[in-house]
T-cell receptor
Framework: AQTVTQSQPEMSVQEAETVTLSCTYDTSESDYYLFWYKQPPSRQMILVIRQEAYKQQNATENRFSVNFQKAAKSFSLKISDSQLGDAAMYFCAYSYTGNQFYFGTGTSLTVIP | GAVVSQHPSWVICKSGTSVKIECRSLDFQATTMFWYRQFPKQSLMLMATSNEGSKATYEQGVEKDKFLINHASLTLSTLTVTSAHPEDSSFYIC????????????FGPGTRLTVT
């Protein structure tokens, strides 16, 4: 069964510093997609970054990057130069069919000014 | 980018009545739409998956007769909560995929349902 685990319910980071959010998943598939979504207080889900499992290169989107370790089934999100607007719930998600998505329990990120 | 809208954004209804929530893909054809339920400070719980023109596939534990899902076109899916009760009060989110092959979900802004 596919499961996604986020072991950090809450994290905090000083403004302008770097923070890493952890995510592990369980799957027997070899080709799949991994996602990080951000849910600010407005509750609109926003895609932060996407990683295709067949790509060895870690995805990067501006200040957001991932550390994808396929063998370890680990997919952590690094936020550099944290900004106040980064404060939100962050969800890690997995999909291998496009018809089913599995979400982690989320990490609440606080940014301290 | 792909936009998904939901209507209404907030609805209050009396216990025993039914309420319909619409989910529309505004600038793409949604081959698959998903309905989630989210309780405060919790993750998204998938309720059902629907493909255009087909019956929805409900997750275990979700009452299909209570949560009616219709995906009549490639741009519209509706969730009807029938005979609503206070315990149905929640935040409902829809999302859609466009079959582009990148498995990306586009989320609606959500609907807050309060049943009094």
């Amino acid at each position: 069964a596919q499961t996604v685990t986020q072991s950090q319910p809450e994290m905090s980071v000083q403004e302008a510093e770097t923070v890493t959010l952890s995510c592990t998943y369980d799957t027997s598939e070899s080709d799949y997609y991994l996602f990080w979504y951000k849910q600010p207080p407005s509750r609109q889900m926003i895609l932060v970054i996407r990683q295709e499992a067949y790509k060895q290169q870690n995805a990067t989107e501006n200040r957001f990057s991932v550390n994808f370790q396929k063998a370890a089934k680990s997919f952590s999100l690094k936020i550099s130069d944290s900004q106040l607007g980064d404060a939100a719930m962050y969800f890690c998600a997995y999909s291998y069919t496009g018809n089913q998505f599995y979400f982690g329990t989320g990490t609440s990120l606080t940014v301290i000014p | 980018g792909a936009v998904v809208s939901q209507h209404p954004s907030w609805v209050i209804c009396k216990s025993g009545t039914s309420v319909k929530i619409e989910c529309r893909s505004l600038d793409f054809q949604a081959t698959t739409m998903f309905w989630y339920r989210q309780f405060p400070k919790q993750s998204l719980m998938l309720m059902a998956t629907s493909n255009e023109g087909s019956k929805a596939t409900y997750e275990q534990g979700v009452e299909k007769d209570k949560f009616l899902i219709n995906h009549a076109s490639l741009t519209l899916s509706t969730l009807t909560v029938t005979s609503a009760h206070p315990e149905d009060s929640s935040f409902y989110i829809c999302s859609a995929t466009g079959g582009t092959g990148n498995y990306e979900q586009y989320f609606g802004p959500g609907t807050r349902l309060t049943v009094t």
